[in-house]
T-cell receptor
Framework: AQTVTQSQPEMSVQEAETVTLSCTYD???????LFWYKQPPSRQMILVIR??????QNATENRFSVNFQKAAKSFSLKISDSQLGDTAMYFC???????????FGAGTTVTVRA | GAVVSQHPSRVICKSGTSVKIECRSL??????MFWYRQFPKQSLMLMAT?????????EQGVEKDKFLINHASLTLSTLTVTSAHPEDSSFYIC??????????FGPGTRLTVT
């Protein structure tokens, strides 16, 4: 079974500052995908960023970037220049290539302060 | 593109009645859809995988006779909560499998059983 661990239940950041969310996962698979999803108060799940395990280059998407350490099974998310609209719950997720099921971490609630 | 809708967005029903939730892929065909349950401030829990034209696959601990899933077409999956009880009150989210390994999420349905 795959497990995804997010050890930070809540984080608070000042607007325009940077915040880093941690995520570790456990798997014996060699081919998989990792995701960060955002769930704002509307509860709509929004894909923030995706990383293919076979790619060594860290994914970036505008103000969002990841630090993917495959050997350490670590997948952290950095939010730069935080904006009020970034306030949400963030979930790290893992998907295997053979069954397409997503395994989610417990989530980190991020609050951006004005 | 890749829009998934859910209907209804909110439903209140009396204990002992059944309620049906629809999940539709609006602009693409989805051979596989997933149903999740989410309690407040918690993560998404996968309930079942719905495959078009075949029986759904339920996760361990999920009662298949209580949560009936039908995936009759490439754009529609339904979840019927039978003989609902207050403990079934929750937020139900569906997703549709995209390519290559993404899932596109619906906006969710808030079920309240009185």
């Amino acid at each position: 079974a795959q497990t995804v661990t997010q050890s930070q239940p809540e984080m608070s950041v000042q607007e325009a500052e940077t915040v880093t969310l941690s995520c570790t996962y456990d798997t014996s698979e060699s081919n998989y995908y990792l995701f960060w999803y955002k769930q704002p108060p509307s509860r709509q799940m929004i894909l923030v960023i995706r990383q293919e395990a076979y790619k060594q280059q860290n994914a970036t998407e505008n103000r969002f970037s990841v630090n993917f350490q495959k050997a350490a099974k670590s997948f952290s998310l950095k939010i730069s220049d935080s904006q009020l609209g970034d306030t949400a719950m963030y979930f790290c997720a893992f998907i295997r290539q053979n069954d397409y099921k997503l395994s989610f971490g417990a989530g980190t609630t991020v609050t951006v302060r004005a | 593109g890749a829009v998934v809708s859910q209907h209804p967005s909110r439903v209140i029903c009396k204990s002992g009645t059944s309620v049906k939730i629809e999940c539709r892929s609006l602009d693409f065909q989805a051979t596989t859809m997933f149903w999740y349950r989410q309690f407040p401030k918690q993560s998404l829990m996968l309930m079942a995988t719905s495959n078009e034209g075949s029986k759904a696959t339920y996760e361990q601990g999920v009662e298949k006779d209580k949560f009936l899933i039908n995936h009759a077409s490439l754009t529609l999956s339904t979840l019927t909560v039978t003989s609902a009880h207050p403990e079934d009150s929750s937020f139900y989210i569906c997703s549709a499998r995209g390519q290559p390994y993404e899932q596109y999420f619906g906006p969710g349905t808030r079920l309240t059983v009185t």
